[in-house]
């Protein structure tokens, strides 16, 4: 029995990672072949944080413009998101300002919102790095977002880390765990 369910939406550009991250996050297995998701995919997993279980209804949305029509009412009900890009690719950053402008309606700060991280994937292509990390810290603070991290769903390098954060904060947030780490624009070591 759970004591709290949250819906985590991942979203971002197509082929930056999302699937990938959320596989090698339920499975432990990397499979770098995947297929382009088709408007949303939906996963679920059921965690242990802080005393209380927590189960994570995980919704993976299609990155193509094509489907972002479908958003709105997908996120309806959120309880936090992960906006993800790829690091070997500055224009998968490009669309920030979009897909947050589907999160935030009239005005209203992202932060006073769901907690959001800024997720750059495929950090073990270093050598092909287009994106300094300094940047994307920077416009996840410009963006109001809870926070920034890089992983790699390949090497497994902060996946754990990432889900466990975002579902600290989404406790926070609804209240139910007072935690004594302070979660505010966090960037983890990589």
């Not at 759970?2 to 432990?28: R, W």
């Not at 919704?59 to 413009?65: C, H, I, L, V």
């Not at 006073?112 to 991280?117: F, G, R, V």
């Not at 092909?128 to 920077?138: I, P, Q």
């Amino acid at each position: 029995m759970q004591d709290a369910t949250f819906k985590l939406c991942i979203f971002g550009d197509g082929g930056v990672g999302k699937t990938t991250l959320i596989n090698k996050y339920l499975t432990g297995i990397f499979i770098g072949d995947t297929h382009i998701t088709i408007g949303v995919d939906f996963h679920m997993k059921i965690v242990k944080l802080g005393g209380i279980t927590v189960k994570l209804q995980i919704w993976d949305f299609a990155g193509e413009e094509r489907f972002r029509f479908f958003l709105p009412n997908y996120m309806r009900g959120a309880s936090g998101g992960i906006f993800m890009y790829d690091i070997t690719r500055q224009s998968s950053l490009y669309h920030l300002d979009d897909w947050l402008k589907i999160l935030v309606k009239d005005n209203i700060k992202v932060q006073d919102t769901i907690p959001i991280l800024l997720v750059g994937g495929k950090a073990d292509l270093e050598d092909k790095r287009s994106v300094d990390s300094k940047y994307a810290f920077n416009l996840s603070k410009t963006n109001d977002l809870t926070g920034f991290i890089e992983c790699s769903a390949k090497t497994g390098k902060n996946i754990e880390i990432i889900f466990e954060l975002i579902a600290r904060l989404m406790i926070k947030k609804a209240g139910f765990l007072e935690l004594s780490e302070n979660f505010d624009q966090i960037k983890i070591s990589y």
